[in-house]
């Protein structure tokens, strides 16, 4: 029997938003013969290394606004890669006429559901494993199912996603890292009914997890809100604020 959703798939919101403005520092590498947007910390901390893996909404991590978040994280001490699970094609390269982002997304999230996990297996040989490396992972609207399937596992030590899509009950059920669900006030894909679902489903696991709620946004406001607007710039910055804080408090 298939897991009840917990989260629609794709809206309006997911495809549209503000760009940023900024200068990235991070590089493009290839890992896993995946094109990978990589930051780094400034200095590397005596201890394991820190990284986070970064699943990106449907504007991909070479997206300026997703390259300047990576970039902020990496500035707090982690090393930090996006995969571009959309092989050179995100949304935004796409003007022509007729164009449908809801059959792009469904395409795409074949691909990026087949290429993912071998992807960050690579990663883990290219940053160490074991007690050399403590991995985040940390995914937006499109990129939260891919954190969710690795915080039910023992791969990562800490979760984190912003207004996600695609997500089912097992997910949280299996849960077994520390979570941190970032969220809009009005979101169609993760409305208050799956987020109080998903809230229930963890207190009764006695999971560990934190729940931020930002008034006065909408979908996708951690990654692509206007940064003219206060509303909008204090919340995109307090999430991204919040996960890595979250992020420093399990990657010791």
């Not at 092989?87 to 809801?102: A, C, R, S």
């Not at 399937?149 to 207004?163: E, G, M, P, S, Y």
Request: with cysteine.
């Amino acid at each position: 029997m298939a897991s009840a959703s917990i989260a629609h798939r794709y809206c309006e919101d997911c495809f549209t938003g503000v760009k940023h403005s900024g200068e990235p520092v991070g590089k493009a590498v290839i890992i896993g013969d995946i094109p990978t947007y990589v930051s780094e910390p400034p200095s590397s901390a005596d201890g394991p290394k820190k990284v986070v893996l970064f699943f990106a909404d449907v504007f991909g991590p070479f997206y300026l606004n997703n390259q300047l978040l990576q970039d902020y994280f990496a500035s707090r001490g982690f090393f930090v890669v996006g995969i571009d699970y959309f092989l050179g094609d995100p949304i935004y390269v796409h003007k022509e006429e007729g164009f449908d982002p809801y059959a792009w997304a469904d395409k795409a999230r074949v691909k990026a559901e087949e290429i993912t996990p071998k992807w960050v297996e690579d990663v883990r040989k290219h940053f160490g494993d074991g007690t050399d490396s403590k991995y985040c992972a940390v995914g937006y609207c499109f990129g939260a199912p891919f954190v969710m399937n690795l915080a039910c596992t023992d791969d990562i030590v800490a979760a984190a996603f912003a207004h996600p899509a695609f997500l089912n009950e097992d997910q949280f059920k299996n849960l077994k890292q520390p979570l941190l669900m970032s969220c809009a006030e009005t979101d169609f894909t993760f409305g208050p009914e799956f987020r109080r679902r998903a809230e229930d489903i963890l207190a009764e696991k006695k999971a560990q997890y934190q729940i931020q709620v930002f008034s006065g946004v909408t979908h996708g406001f951690a990654t692509r809100g206007d940064p003219e607007v206060a509303d909008a710039r204090w919340s995109k910055e307090e999430s991204a604020r919040g996960i890595i804080g979250w992020f420093g408090r399990f990657a010791v």
